[in-house]
């Protein structure tokens, strides 16, 4: 019975996971619903969107029209009046496309400078389509989820037996799943799927399929030349081969002749975006100065892109990280401030200013700026910003919960923000963080091994000794070590209470706490 549990476990479960997939008619293992995807899609759509540079609005034309050959293309979708489907154009060079649960698709600036027709953006978009109406994300969740749900059952089974973006390069604490959602390799099955049915949706949307051809050639040929933004972009889980060209000629041969390819019409509509490509080319180019600590070159880039094209908010927003990287934060501040003028609802620029205007100590006005950059995207950044607000207010409880929540980011500000945690509670709870324990040298003398487990050297450790002497008695008595004792190493405190020639009967005689120790600034 025990050696049939597991396997009968898992086979429930893959059975009550299975459902019909919408899109190709067969079974596939899925644990989640349509309400799943849509939650998940309409959470995460926001948040995700911010941390990848937020929406392009410098032409909204150019957004209104992807709009419309989405909308164009979800029309043919199986699960239309199920799932929700929005488009929207990512202000991000990398050229790049992804799909969350529910239908919530976006297409990067840098690609959509790519493409050479309004049939190649439709084969982009009807590839994410697929994507989001053959519930691939909540399929490749299941799989993981079928995976834990085995490693489980093989527990219980074997249990029966026995146990500086200089300015962006921002800690955002956008949710796992999302992150985990948009980057994920589909696989080549969920690959050939999205190719093949998005295809489809293009002919029956009245697209020329022969678009999808050329979009596949054309990744082939970028691959083949390795430009890093798209091994990083698309290609990093879109992964393009000659198959795939093969097989989209294939299922273009299979599909009605003719169909709209709008050409003319893409270039006409993306004219615009096309012209200022050397802008953005320059902002990336100071991006790179600005991380390599070459702000000269930065700031002549940056001037570059804003004479192109002053309405980016990006690039004023460029502008305020070359000054406050040189610490001149007021004009900091004020390229900032146009920045929101230009764009309202792009989380960074209101952090970047909260973040100069706490070093000018304009704290009040600090505060709005970094509640407001929260409520577009949490960042590792404004939860240490803000608890250093919050205990400078005297607000302690609320301090450490931004603090708690900023030591959750493994990044420079996450480790900044421990360090405050420690600061705040090392007094209060110094076992905590300073652990000990009684040992036997060679020679038998009792000494505590103290180890410091805070992530900043602490000092004044005492320890708390009680031990029974020779007579039977309870005594008790402090050893203090003045260190300092640096993060992660340890030390020897001899305790002076003589020999124990049985090293068995150290446990029973001897027992060491701590009881006070101090951050060593």
């Given at each position: 019975?025990?050696?049939?549990?597991?396997?009968?476990?898992?086979?429930?479960?893959?059975?009550?996971?299975?459902?019909?997939?919408?899109?190709?008619?067969?079974?596939?293992?899925?644990?989640?619903?349509?309400?799943?995807?849509?939650?998940?899609?309409?959470?995460?759509y926001?948040?995700?969107?911010?941390?990848?540079?937020?929406?392009?609005?410098?032409?909204?034309?150019?957004?209104?029209?992807?709009?419309?050959?989405?909308?164009?293309?979800?029309?043919?979708?199986k699960?239309?009046?199920?799932?929700?489907?929005?488009?929207?154009?990512?202000?991000?060079?990398?050229?790049?496309?992804?799909?969350?649960?529910?239908?919530?698709?976006?297409?990067?600036?840098?690609?959509?400078?790519?493409?050479?027709?309004?049939?190649?953006?439709?084969?982009?978009?009807?590839?994410?389509?697929?994507?989001?109406?053959?519930?691939?994300?909540?399929?490749?969740?299941?799989?993981?989820?079928?995976?834990?749900?085995?490693?489980?059952?093989?527990?219980?089974?074997?249990?029966?037996?026995?146990?500086?973006?200089?300015?962006?390069?921002?800690?955002?604490?956008?949710?796992?799943?999302?992150?985990?959602?948009?980057?994920?390799?589909?696989?080549?099955?969920?690959?050939?799927?999205?190719?093949?049915?998005?295809?489809q949706?293009?002919?029956?949307?009245?697209?020329?399929?022969?678009?999808?051809?050329?979009?596949?050639?054309?990744?082939?040929?970028?691959?083949?030349?390795?430009?890093?933004?798209?091994?990083?972009?698309?290609?990093?889980?879109?992964?393009?081969?000659?198959?795939?060209?093969?097989?989209?000629?294939?299922?273009?041969?299979?599909?009605?002749?003719?169909?709209?390819?709008?050409?003319?019409r893409?270039?006409?509509?993306?004219?615009?975006?096309?012209?200022?490509?050397?802008?953005?080319?320059?902002?990336?180019?100071?991006?790179?100065?600005?991380?390599?600590?070459?702000p000269?070159?930065?700031?002549?880039?940056?001037?570059?892109?804003?004479?192109?094209?002053?309405?980016?908010a990006?690039?004023?927003?460029?502008?305020?990280?070359?000054?406050?990287?040189?610490?001149?934060?007021?004009?900091?501040?004020?390229?900032?401030?146009?920045?929101?003028?230009?764009?309202?609802?792009?989380?960074y620029?209101?952090l970047?200013?909260?973040?100069?205007?706490?070093?000018?100590?304009?704290?009040?006005?600090?505060?709005?700026?970094?509640?407001?950059?929260?409520?577009?995207?949490?960042?590792?950044?404004?939860?240490?910003?803000?608890?250093?607000?919050?205990?400078?207010?005297?607000?302690?409880?609320?301090a450490?919960?931004?603090?708690?929540?900023?030591?959750?980011?493994?990044?420079?500000?996450?480790?900044?923000?421990?360090?405050?945690?420690?600061?705040?509670?090392?007094?209060?709870?110094?076992?905590?963080?300073?652990?000990?324990?009684?040992q036997?040298?060679?020679?038998?003398?009792?000494?505590?091994?103290?180890?410091?487990?805070?992530?900043?050297?602490?000092?004044?450790?005492?320890?708390?000794?009680?031990?029974?002497?020779?007579?039977?008695?309870?005594?008790?008595?402090?050893?203090q070590?003045?260190?300092?004792l640096?993060?992660?190493?340890t030390?020897?405190?001899?305790?002076?209470?003589?020999?124990?020639?049985?090293?068995?009967?150290l446990?029973?005689?001897?027992?060491?706490?701590?009881?006070?120790?101090?951050?060593?600034?």
């Amino acid at each position: 019975m025990r050696k049939l549990f597991a396997p009968v476990l898992l086979s429930l479960w893959f059975l009550a996971g299975c459902s019909v997939n919408p899109v190709t008619g067969e079974r596939n293992l899925n644990f989640y619903g349509a309400d799943w995807e849509q939650n998940i899609g309409q959470q995460m759509y926001a948040p995700m969107r911010q941390s990848q540079g937020g929406d392009y609005i410098v032409d909204p034309a150019v957004a209104s029209y992807v709009q419309s050959v989405g909308s164009r293309l979800a029309a043919q979708a199986k699960r239309n009046g199920q799932l929700d489907f929005e488009f929207h154009v990512l202000n991000d060079s990398t050229p790049n496309a992804w799909a969350l649960p529910g239908g919530k698709i976006v297409i990067n600036r840098g690609l959509l400078t790519e493409l050479q027709s309004e049939a190649e953006l439709a084969a982009v978009l009807g590839h994410e389509i697929v994507h989001a109406d053959a519930a691939h994300g909540a399929r490749a969740q299941s799989k993981g989820v079928f995976t834990q749900v085995g490693m489980m059952a093989a527990m219980i089974y074997g249990s029966s037996k026995a146990e500086s973006r200089a300015g962006q390069q921002v800690a955002m604490m956008v949710p796992q799943l999302g992150a985990q959602l948009i980057t994920q390799k589909y696989g080549r099955d969920a690959e050939r799927e999205s190719d093949y049915y998005g295809m489809q949706y293009m002919s029956q949307a009245g697209y020329d399929p022969q678009g999808a051809v050329d979009l596949q050639q054309t990744f082939v040929k970028l691959s083949e030349g390795r430009r890093s933004d798209w091994i990083s972009g698309l290609f990093a889980s879109h992964p393009p081969s000659q198959e795939r060209v093969q097989n989209n000629k294939e299922t273009a041969a299979s599909l009605p002749d003719g169909g709209d390819l709008g050409r003319q019409r893409y270039q006409q509509k993306m004219a615009y975006l096309k012209r200022i490509a050397p802008a953005y080319e320059a902002h990336d180019k100071a991006r790179k100065a600005l991380a390599e600590d070459k702000p000269q070159e930065a700031r002549k880039l940056a001037r570059e892109a804003l004479r192109k094209e002053p309405r980016e908010a990006l690039f004023h927003a460029l502008s305020g990280d070359i000054h406050a990287s040189q610490k001149r934060y007021q004009q900091a501040a004020n390229a900032y401030s146009a920045a929101i003028k230009r764009d309202s609802n792009f989380f960074y620029h209101y952090l970047r200013r909260g973040q100069v205007r706490h070093e000018l100590n304009r704290f009040e006005i600090a505060r709005q700026d970094l509640e407001k950059s929260m409520q577009l995207l949490p960042t590792a950044q404004g939860h240490y910003l803000l608890g250093n607000l919050e205990r400078r207010a005297g607000r302690m409880d609320s301090a450490l919960k931004h603090y708690q929540a900023a030591a959750q980011s493994n990044s420079a500000v996450g480790k900044q923000a421990q360090r405050e945690l420690v600061l705040m509670d090392l007094p209060s709870n110094p076992q905590n963080y300073v652990k000990t324990r009684a040992q036997l040298d060679s020679s038998g003398n009792i000494y505590a091994l103290v180890g410091n487990q805070a992530p900043v050297a602490v000092k004044n450790i005492v320890v708390r000794v009680a031990w029974v002497d020779n007579n039977g008695q309870v005594r008790e008595t402090n050893r203090q070590y003045a260190g300092p004792l640096a993060a992660g190493q340890t030390a020897n405190l001899p305790l002076r209470l003589g020999r124990l020639s049985d090293p068995n009967q150290l446990s029973q005689r001897v027992r060491v706490t701590i009881s006070a120790a101090q951050v060593a600034e």
